[in-house]
Structure formats: structure tokens, C-alpha cells
């Protein structure tokens, strides 16, 4: 699938509680397979496809989908692409150039000689949005493209729903991928994914929140990444408050002494950041901030 939507008719029906595995294409949808093929052969109108949707029973408008990543495998080849239409440094290139991406012994040959390790992560990860269909490719309050390194295995992921079942869909896995995203690429790769899916209906959240076992994070999504940053500090203060019972000064105070303010991409049609603070220093309250 290639948008988000309220009205997408579910692939599949799932309880509360189930676990689920998705098989998902690379973020060009499987058409770069081979060093001669290019991006001037892409159909764009199939790219950021993720799989789905799950409809989750019991899910209602108002509650949260907790959606936690059991496991990400990934395929043996990725793919990587620079261009002078996408990416940070667009203005450096002219056309595009496609570059096959080996993966071996939990590595990705970035060039000759040059490889980094393998670190599975989801790109596109959630539920149908409220009002209009969103593209997948596209990040906002419902999740979807938010290119969150955070959202690897381990990590649980937070999102508000707003349509009956939460529909969730996920793709756009990169074995590899740096804060940013700089090139309009991480190491773009097919592979599988195993979920566990809960309704929770004791939190209310806004905009998507990321677990991890080391770090809370709020996640937002906006058009500019300074808009970004400050709705995902605001919300990461919100929570505090909410869940913990902090005041604005102790909330504000303890986030600028320990948290952690960073860029999750800059290159998707909203740019996405994310504020962490360490579930260390949040225990020391005695309650779950989740």
C-alpha cells in the first residue's frame, strides 16, 4: 500500500495481543535489483510502500497502539541512491546514481573497501491518520515515514488512533541508516518483521512516542525542523506532567539536564525530530512514564 487511510480495507484481522509478521518490499518497492537498473526506470507512484493494513480488534478511536518490534531480518542486498531531486546535498549531483548495497557477516558494503555495520531499523511505521489519506511516504501524528533510527528491534512504538482497528501498515526497513537521512536514502532493503500489537487505553498521546530499553522519546513531525524539535520537546514536557506529575520547571529543568534533542530526517515532506530522556534517570520516580 502507498497511503495511510481510514478506509483502507484491512489485509488481515488480528486480537489484542497478537503477534504479527509482515513481509515488506525495499523503499523502491523491489525495482532496483541489478547494477544497470536506474532510477530513471522507477514508477515514483510505488515508492515508501509499506505493508498492510493490520486491523487490530478492540481498537478504537481515543485509544493507543502499542506496537512493539520483536524482530527485523533483513535481505542479503540493499540499495542506496543519490539525486539532485532528494537529499540534503541534491545541489551537488546531477541525475541520479543507484548503487547496490551488499550485505555479508552482518555487514553493508557501502563502497570498495568501505562497509558498515548492520543496523535493522523501520522507516514507515503506522496506523491510519485522521481525516485525509496520508502517503506512506509521508511522516505525521499517525507515524508513518518518521525514519527514526530508535525504531529498531527492542523499541516499542506509541501512536494515537483515530480509526476503528488503528489499521496499521509497515516498510521502508534500512539495514543501516544515519540520523537525518541525509541522502533521501538509508541502506534500502526487503525483510520481515515481527510485531507484538496492544491497545492501551490508559495513555493518551498526541504524536507518536518510541520506547526503547534505554530511552523514552517523543516523536514529531512538522514542515520545518525547528517546528519539529519544539513539538516534540513540548510533547516530551506534556508527558511529564501528565504521566508523572511533574510541574513545568521540574519537567523543563530535568529534560534540559538530561535529555536529548535530536534529528531523526530532514529529507521526507515533513522533517522529524525526536527528544529522549534516559529511562534511568525516570525511574528514579517511582512509576512508569508508559
Not at 92 to 114: K, N, Q, S, Y
Request: aromatic share 4%.
Amino acid at each position: 500500500m502507498f497511503a495511510l487511510a481510514a478506509d483502507a480495507p484491512p489485509a488481515i484481522r488480528v486480537p489484542d495481543g497478537a503477534q504479527v509478521e509482515l513481509e515488506t518490499a525495499d523503499g523502491f518497492c523491489d525495482q532496483i535489483r541489478h547494477p544497470d537498473d536506474r532510477l530513471a526506470a522507477v514508477d515514483w507512484e510505488q515508492i515508501n510502500p509499506a505493508t498492510g493494513p493490520v486491523f487490530v480488534e478492540d481498537a478504537r478511536p481515543g485509544d493507543v497502539l502499542a506496537v512493539r518490534v520483536e524482530r527485523i531480518e533483513v535481505a542479503n542486498q540493499g540499495v542506496m541512491a543519490v539525486s539532485d531531486d532528494f537529499g540534503v546535498l541534491a545541489e551537488r549531483f546531477r541525475g541520479t546514481e543507484v548503487r547496490l548495497v551488499p550485505i555479508v557477516d552482518g555487514r553493508a558494503r557501502i563502497t570498495d573497501g568501505v562497509d558498515v555495520p548492520v543496523d535493522p531499523m523501520i522507516g514507515v511505521l503506522g496506523v491510519a491518520p485522521a481525516g485525509a489519506a496520508v502517503p506512506t511516504g509521508t511522516p505525521g501524528s499517525h507515524g508513518g515515514n518518521m525514519d527514526t533510527r530508535l525504531i529498531a528491534e527492542g523499541a516499542t512504538v506509541y501512536l494515537p488512533v483515530s480509526a476503528p482497528g488503528a489499521l496499521l501498515a509497515v516498510g521502508d526497513l534500512h539495514a543501516a541508516m544515519g540520523d537525518g537521512e541525509i541522502c533521501g536514502t538509508g541502506v534500502e532493503v526487503a525483510g520481515r518483521v515481527t510485531l507484538r500489537v496492544t491497545v492501551r487505553r490508559d495513555l493518551e498521546i498526541a504524536n507518536p512516542v518510541v520506547e526503547t530499553p534505554e530511552v523514552v522519546a517523543t516523536v514529531a513531525s512538522a514542515p520545518t525542523l525547528d517546528e519539529a524539535a519544539t513539538l516534540a520537546t513540548r510533547d516530551m514536557a506534556d508527558l511529564l506532567g501528565a504521566r508523572l506529575g511533574l510541574t513545568p520547571t521540574e519537567a523543563t529543568m530535568l529534560m534540559s539536564a538530561a535529555g536529548d534533542l535530536r534529528v531523526s530526517q530532514v529529507v521526507d515532506p515533513l522533517k522529524t525530530a525526536r527528544f529522549a530522556l534516559p529511562k534511568d534517570v525516570l525511574a528514579q520516580y517511582g512509576r512508569a512514564l508508559l
